[in-house]
């Protein structure tokens, strides 16, 4: 059997950047923004970006698949400095879940490759010569970004870390110096993406067009001020401008000081 990918809204669309897996295995028009791999070394060319996007946006074909094969994959998966994936199997179904958001089936299409249905994207599992599962990779928007499999005592720490700071309503260190700067490159004609990881890079790239005329329309930044940090572990800010107030989500600085993920929400 033959499957597609639901089609994005028109809501969905009209983001003004989206950056990185925005709406990585979620039912849309949800919006999750989640922090690219640093383990992702190379920005793929503009065709290699496009010749992956079309594998990924093609209907996938279902193969049989005995479900006990699930349970190898089963585990916790770090995506991002507080973004795991957790794989679990009900029965004959492998459900993924990311943090922040609610569980999601995917299907096989081969005996280590699975996709989604309600999104363009898929994940598949490496092995090492043992046969262990060591990471998954995500597969989606033109890229391929790694997550390495960690213990579940790793995953609940770093879970037990981000609900702590939801609860306190604390940024996560350097989000907001990350956007002051990013945003006066921008103002000076001159896109800085050296603080960026190469998935956010290449998207930041891609729209970097549409960014310039809505930041001209919007006119100088006049603040920045710190409101919440939402499910996902993202920091969401408002940004005043002298014409806009545009709502804007960023992903906390990883280790190697590049920050994942961006989203100007404009009204």
């Not at 957790?86 to 569980?103: A, E, M, N, V, W």
């Not at 110096?177 to 891609?206: N, V």
């Amino acid at each position: 059997m033959t499957v597609s990918a639901t089609t994005p809204s028109s809501g969905y669309r009209k983001l003004v950047l989206a950056i990185s897996a925005i709406g990585a295995i979620v039912s849309l028009p949800a919006v999750a923004l989640v922090s690219s791999s640093s383990a992702m070394a190379q920005i793929p060319t503009d065709n290699e970006a496009a010749r992956l996007r079309a594998e990924q946006e093609a209907p996938q074909q279902l193969v049989p698949f005995d479900p006990t094969h699930f349970d190898k994959y089963v585990g916790y998966y770090q995506l991002g400095p507080n973004v795991i994936f957790k794989i679990t199997r009900d029965g004959g179904k492998l459900l993924t879940q990311l943090t922040g958001q609610g569980p999601v089936q995917v299907y096989p299409e081969s005996e280590t490759k699975f996709f989604a249905t309600v999104v363009a994207a898929q994940i598949s599992f490496v092995t090492n010569p043992q046969g262990e599962v060591t990471e998954l990779i995500l597969h989606q928007n033109g890229q391929e970004q790694h997550a390495k499999k960690i213990d579940e005592a790793a995953a609940k720490n770093i879970e037990a870390a981000l609900a702590d700071r939801i609860k306190n309503n604390m940024p996560s260190p350097g989000t907001e110096a990350f956007l002051r700067r990013y945003i006066a490159s921008q103002e000076a004609g001159k896109p800085d993406y050296s603080e960026m990881t190469p998935g956010l890079e290449l998207a930041a790239r891609t729209q970097q067009d549409r960014l310039t005329s809505d930041i001209a329309k919007w006119g100088p930044l006049l603040s920045v001020e710190f409101t919440r940090v939402n499910p996902g572990g993202n920091d969401v800010y408002m940004l005043t401008f002298k014409n806009e107030k545009v709502p804007t989500i960023v992903a906390p600085v990883g280790a190697d000081g590049k920050v994942g993920g961006l989203l100007f929400q404009p009204q």
